[in-house]
DNA sequence: GGGCGGGCTATACGAGCGTATAGTGAGCTG
DNA sequence: CAGCTCACTATACGCTCGTATAGCCCGCCC
C-alpha cells in the first residue's frame, strides 16, 4: 500500500531487502503476531517460499528487522545528533521521516517482547540515569526509578500513538503531529504539575502501604516473561 | 496457575464468573489474540464449548470482559476516592489488589485497540485538560496536547510494565513496585527537569521543521483546536 | 415419576497459519 | 555448449485456531 509494486525506488531493491523493508512496515504498524508470512511476501512482491529461502524463518526474519532497525536508528543519531544537524535529539523524529517508521517499529518490537530491544530500553535507562545524576540532581532521591519512568513514559507515549493522535486528530507520527506532541511533552518537562508540598504530603499519607509485607496479590502472578 | 481449580474461593463463582475471570487475566497478560478460547476455558475448569454457551463467540467474551472492568474500575474509583479512603487516586492501586490487574487489563485492552478502553482514555484526556486548565494554567499554551500527552504518557507507562519492572529488578504491578514507581511519577511532576530558556530556544530552533514540503507558508501554525 | 430445560461436554469442521519440498529458469563458468 | 548455482515459485503438509453441533446429566414442576 505504502509503496506500490510500481514505484520506482521500490523495484530498484533486491527481493531480500523489499521484504525486510515491507516486514518491518506490517510488524510496526500489526505487531509480529498480527502480521503473516504472506502479508509480508504480498507486500513485498515476492511469494511466501522466498521468505523462507532468505531468512529461514517468520523469526529469524523478526530478528534481522531488529537488528537493522537498530542499526539504522544508531546510524541516523550519529548522524544528526553527533554532526550537530539537530540541536535536540526529541525533535530529531521530525527532522528524519524515515525516524517515524523507525520509532513505531522499535515501540512495536519492545511491546511484542524482543531481547534486542529491550536490551535498547536497558541502555536508555542507564543513559538517562546518568544523565538526571549529572544535570539534574535536584529532582528526585531515586534516580533509577526516575530513569526508568522517564523512559518507559516516553517510549509508552509512542505505544499510545493511536489515542494520542484520536485526542489531538493529528497522527503524531507525522511530521506535523509530531512537533505537537513534543512541544506538549517540553511543556510538561519544563513546568512543575504539582506542588511540592502536595506531593510530599500525599506520600507521607501512603507511607503507611509501603511496610505490610502480605500484599497477597488477589489477582496475578505475573509469571516474569522470559528475555 | 495463578487460582487453581482446588481454590476454595475459585470454586464458589459460577462457571460463567470464572470463565470472565480466566478471560481477563489471560487477556490482560498476553493480549486478546495471544489467548485462545481453549487457554481460558482451561484456566476456569471447563470446556471450551461452554464459552461458546455462555458469551457466543470469543469476541462478545471480550466486549463483556471489557464493560465488566470498566464497571470495576469505576465502582472502585467511587468507593476509594470518591469517599476520600485514599487521598491521591494516582496511589489508589498500592490500596488495593484488584485495581494492579484491572489496570493491567484495561491498559492491554487499549493497545489491542477496544472501543470502550478507546472511549475511556478520551474521557480522561478530556479530564486532564479541564484540570490543567482549571489549576495548572501556566504549564502550556496547548491544554489539549498537554493533556493528552499526560494520560498517554501514563498509561503507556503501564504499557511498558514489563521493561520498567526488569530496569527496577521489582515488579512495578505489585504493591511495593507500583509505589516505587508511583514516587518517581510524583518526582517528575514536582520538579522541572529541563530549563525552559533552554527548551525554548529548542523549539525555536525547531520551528522550520514545521513545515517541510512547501517552502511557503512556512511558521503559520495549523492551531487545530479539535474538539 | 415422567417429561423438560439448560448448564455442560465431546467431537468435528473449515479456515488460516508457519513451514517443508520439489521444481523452474536465468546467468555465470569452464 | 554443458553443467552448475541460486533466486524464486507452486503446492502441499500438519497444526491450531474459532466455531458449530449433537448429546449427556441433573434439578425442577405438574
Redesign the pocket.
Known sequence: MARPVGDPAFEDL???ARIRDAAIRLFAERGV?G?????I?AQA??????????F??????RESCDAYALDRLMKIKEEFVLDGKVANAGFLPSAHPAMLLLYKYITRSLLDGSAGTAALFDDMVALAEQWVGKHAPEVTDDYRAYAAVLVGMQSGLLAMHDHVSRALGVDVLTTEGYLRMAGAMADLYSHPLLDPEFVAKARRAMEPLRAPNPPTAAGTEPAAEGA
Do not use: I, Y
Not at 45 to 54: D, E, F, I, N, T
Not at 56 to 61: I, T
Open positions: 533486491t527481493a531480500r503476531d502480521t503473516t508470512v504472506r502479508d511476501a512482491g515476492v511469494s511466501p517460499g522466498l521468505l523462507r529461502h532468505h529461514g524463518s517468520k523469526e529469524a526474519l
